[in-house]
């Protein structure tokens, strides 16, 4: 199915005309955000055979459609009541706003629905996704579909219809987790009716239970009252006092002697006599410690039977987990790795667990190499990730069977693992000999096209080379003299610079070009013809071949593509006048069908052709008008503003700022539509909605509680509703408040703005004065602390504009807390960190004259020996010679060089240095080079 991702209404339901009803229902939805008021629709009918009984277009206006809302439309359309089928396609949307959308054919995307037809799963899905759930997500290339049907373009991150987020509807929605919730209600409802059975069963027992008991209580009191009581005394005294003390004595005896089933089947048969239930548990406890301490494989596991049974006695629980850590040790001591890793990988995190899973894995990996199991050992090792030497062993599966195959001069299967390790230095070695082994081997029997391949494979190794170009010249040859100029072509191209294999490769991509030509096949030939590079006919013959192309795809119609090639044709016969023609017609088709991007280009190859710059000046204005209509904004204005004067493009460039301003307020972006309302403000209202952004940008910031931002936005509307008294108490507000954190100049500045409200001025005064003086006390207790640093940092924060400022005063201490952290640095071997504060005061004392003609600074900038290699030498610290980057420290008569700047070391000596000249003697190899600034 196809579909117009474009179209802003979408079509729900439709119902076709009755005997009762004779006109067509449809039900749609407004997909946009704004008021839909008419469309223009078309109607196409077809019978049952597919033949076309009628074609109507109706424009339904005075619509009042409020955006994403469904509505209904009742047409008639001539013959309906005749046709199985109608095609519907709605080709434009008026809104209130006055834009309208306009169908493209480009728009149309085919897509395959997702409607659900199992309905057991479509009731899961809409129990978990809602009632407008069809389908399952779908992601189909160039778009995906939604839940609840609708096609969406691929780069929609959320759905246009329903706004369910795409991400989440794939998590959450997808067959697989839909499947998976769908099975573990349907688990649940199973488990829920088993208990209720188990409860009935459960109550049908207990019920036979007290029937059974009800029938012996009838019997026994039909024996004699005085009977039962002499007996019952008898039998108390002897049973009750006198058996189960002795039998429970004889029990633990049992116990004692490790005798641990007797034992437990003795106090069992005491039933609840004293302790006798714990006591049969202590049995167990025993006996299974008992067979753990054997160490033995069927003791263990029988031990393991024992505690499943006595689950939470004493530490019943952590010894069953340990006698089955002892099972996997023993298992892997056995050789038995693949049970043994079972064994460990289900205990989890018990103990050290996971170690012995790796610890059984790299056992069993080394067991399977020493059996020559490579291939499975190399998977297990490489799963291990670097535990041991896995990574070496792993290696070793590959090269100790190519180390082998090498030996058997089995070279096919040796380069078949080294090219699997291509970095590994024995690969690497090995590999060109391989190459030369197998290509000896196919040449000897005949097979010179792959022999040659191999020998190039095998790169410098011997006469590898010699030997592939003796393989593929000759045969070449022989398939070019043949008329086999494809195969001919491939093997000349693989030796080049053999001979000339570049020169005959070019001239079998002629011959195949020539036989494209007769074969009409234009553009395969004019690819060959362009390969043919050295071959004197080929440029006559890429003109023909894109002449007779221009002339064929002309007869195809397709002007454009003919056009082109005239175009490429060139100066050959009438091609340049063709193409022109062909693409002038072009370019208005693209025009008139609304297709502006490819009629730009067309018009723009055309140059002075006819009216073409104007036609490109009309096609660039239309589209900027249709950006427009789109509502994308940025783009029109960008394109208005780059037609300058033409036509309305000016001001059709500030409506487009102006809407997309407005836009921006709509979101609630007040700093985006300000800059763009500043930039047009005598347009419409601009000015008016530029202070209104400031002002909601200010109450909001406001609202934040930061009033010096709200502050500055204010001063620039005073004249704005009640703007300028919110300036006013703010701005009050907000000095007030940086004069308490000590801001004082900022406090300063805010004071000024004030004027003479309330005591500002006086404020202010107080702040400048109040603040220079701070920090110009900071400043000299950090000077006399040697802090320079802290002292030209804090120096540099002084505003000179502050009325308190003393030049005189600032100038002397700045200056000499500058030139001390200078020297500071200077001294600890940090001459480029120190340059940037003598720059700063180079007129002070002895800077100029002494400081900056250090060595360290008279070497920078670009130097060219007399043999042209060129030094620099950078104020970062770093320096190029030649091609190195390295980073250097100069001093007197010495240049120290390095790869790092913790490794300079002393290599060359400065014999000479002026201004513009400069000898270095490298100390290495007392080479000397003498360098001129070319700086």
Excluded at 94 to 121: A, C, F, I, Q
Excluded at 437 to 466: H, I, M, P, T
Excluded at 626 to 631: E, G, I
Excluded at 727 to 755: C, H, I, M, P, W
């Amino acid at each position: 199915m196809k579909i117009d991702l474009s179209c802003p209404a979408e079509l729900w339901n439709f119902s076709l005309p009755t005997a009762s009803d004779p006109l067509v229902s449809l039900e749609l939805f407004n997909l946009s955000d704004y008021e839909l008021t008419g469309l223009l629709a078309s109607f196409v009918c077809f019978d049952s055979s597919g033949k076309t009984l009628s074609k109507q277009v109706e424009r339904i206006s005075r619509l009042h459609v409020p955006a994403r809302t469904t509505f209904n439309i009742q047409i008639f359309i001539e013959d309906a009541e005749k046709a199985s089928g109608i095609d519907f396609s709605i080709e434009r949307v008026w809104y209130l706003t006055g834009d309208s959308w306009r169908k493209k054919s480009s728009e149309m995307v085919s897509y395959t629905p997702n409607k659900l037809d199992d309905d057991r799963l479509l009731g899961a899905l809409k129990e978990a996704a809602g009632k407008d759930a069809l389908g399952f997500p779908s992601d189909q290339g160039t778009v995906w579909l939604c839940v609840c049907g609708r096609v969406n373009p691929a780069r929609n991150s959320a759905c246009i219809r329903c706004l369910r987020d795409k991400h989440d509807s794939f998590i959450n929605y997808n067959q697989a987790a839909i499947e998976s919730a769908l099975m573990e209600k349907e688990a649940a409802e199973l488990l829920e009716l088993q208990k209720k059975q188990e409860e009935q069963e459960k109550i049908r027992l207990q019920k036979e239970a007290l029937l059974k008991k009800a029938k012996r209580r009838k019997k026994l009191i039909k024996v004699s009252l005085v009977s039962i009581v002499l007996a019952a005394a008898i039998f108390y005294g002897l049973y009750f006092h006198g058996i189960p003390a002795y039998k429970y004595m004889l029990a633990n005896g049992q116990l004692e002697l490790g005798n641990y089933e007797e034992a437990k089947t003795e106090f069992l048969a005491l039933d609840v006599y004293r302790d006798s239930q714990a006591r049969a548990l202590e049995c167990d406890y025993l006996r299974a410690k008992s067979y753990i301490s054997s160490k033995n494989l069927t003791s263990v596991r029988r031990a393991q039977e024992v505690l499943s049974e006595i689950i939470d006695f004493k530490d019943s629980d952590e010894l069953l987990l340990s006698a089955k850590y002892l099972e996997g040790e023993l298992l892997r001591s056995k050789g038995d790795f693949t049970s043994s890793i079972d064994v460990f990988e289900k205990l989890g995190g018990y103990s050290d667990s996971k170690d012995q899973v790796l610890e059984s894995k790299y056992l069993y990996a080394k067991s399977l190499m020493d059996e020559l199991n490579y291939s499975t050992a190399r998977e297990i090792l490489l799963t291990l990730k670097g535990y041991k030497n896995a990574n070496t062993l792993a290696l070793d599966c590959l090269l100790l069977p190519a180390q082998s195959a090498m030996q058997d001069k089995d070279f096919a299967k040796a380069i078949e693992i080294y090219e699997q390790i291509p970095d590994n230095n024995e690969a690497a070695l090995k590999l060109p000999e391989a190459y030369y082994g197998l290509a000896s081997q196919l040449l000897k029997d005949g097979n010179y096209d792959k022999a040659g391949e191999l020998f190039l494979n095998a790169g410098d190794y011997r006469d590898a080379w010699r030997q592939a170009t003796e393989c593929l010249y000759l045969p070449a040859l022989e398939r070019m003299e043949a008329g086999r100029f494809s195969e001919a072509k491939a093997m000349f191209d693989q030796i080049p610079s053999y001979k000339d294999s570049a020169a005959l490769s070019d001239d079998c991509a002629f011959e195949l070009g020539k036989i494209a030509m007769q074969d009409k096949d234009y553009d395969k030939a004019i690819e060959y013809f362009l390969q043919a590079e050295t071959n004197t006919l080929s440029e006559q013959a890429l003109k023909e071949a894109y002449y007779q192309g221009g002339l064929y795809y002309r007869e195809q119609g397709d002007n454009k593509k003919a056009g082109d090639y005239f175009l490429a044709a060139g100066n050959y016969l009438d091609s340049y006048d063709l193409a022109r023609e062909l693409l002038y017609a072009k370019g208005e088709e693209y025009f008139t069908g609304g297709n502006y991007d490819e009629a730009v280009d067309i018009f723009l190859k055309l140059g002075d052709y006819k009216d073409s710059e104007d036609k490109m000046c009309q096609v660039l204005y239309e589209r900027a008008y249709n950006a427009l209509s789109n509502k994308e904004y940025q783009s029109a204005i960008e394109q208005f503003t780059a037609l300058g004067d033409y036509e309305t493009s000016q001001e059709m460039a500030q409506l487009s700022k102006y809407r997309y301003a407005k836009s921006l307020m709509d979101e609630g972006d007040y700093a985006g539509a300000a800059e763009i309302l500043s930039g047009i403000p005598d347009f419409q209202d601009s000015k008016d909605l530029y202070s209104e952004c400031l002002y909601n940008q200010a109450t909001e910031l406001l609202g934040n509680g930061d009033t010096a931002k709200a502050s500055a936005l204010l001063m620039q509307i005073q004249g704005y509703k009640d703007a300028g008294d919110l300036f006013r108490l703010v701005t009050y507000d907000a000095a007030t408040e940086l004069k308490q954190k000590g801001e004082l100049n900022a406090a300063g500045a805010l004071f000024t703005s004030l004027g003479d409200y309330l005591d500002a001025k006086e404020l202010a005064l107080k702040c400048y004065d109040t603040g220079y003086v701070g920090l110009m006390d900071q400043a000299n207790e950090q000077y006399k602390a040697k802090n320079y640093l802290g002292a030209v940092e804090t120096l540099e924060k002084i505003d000179k504009n502050n009325p308190a400022y003393k030049a005189e005063e600032y100038s002397a201490l700045y200056n000499k807390a500058v030139y001390e952290l200078a020297e500071e640095l200077f001294n600890d071997n940090k001459p480029y960190e120190a340059l940037p504060y003598y720059l700063k005061i180079k007129d002070y004392k002895d800077v100029s004259t002494k400081k900056l003609d250090r060595y360290a600074y008279k070497v920078l900038g670009k130097w060219e020996s007399s043999k042209g290699l060129i030094m620099a030498f950078n104020d970062d610290g770093t320096c190029e010679i030649g091609d190195k980057k390295l980073y250097f420290t100069a001093s007197l008569y010495r240049l120290s060089t390095g790869d790092t700047q913790d490794n300079i070391r002393y290599t060359h000596n400065i014999t000479y240095l002026t201004s513009n000249a400069m000898t270095l003697r490298e100390e290495a190899t007392k080479k000397i080079y003498k360098l001129t600034r070319v700086d």
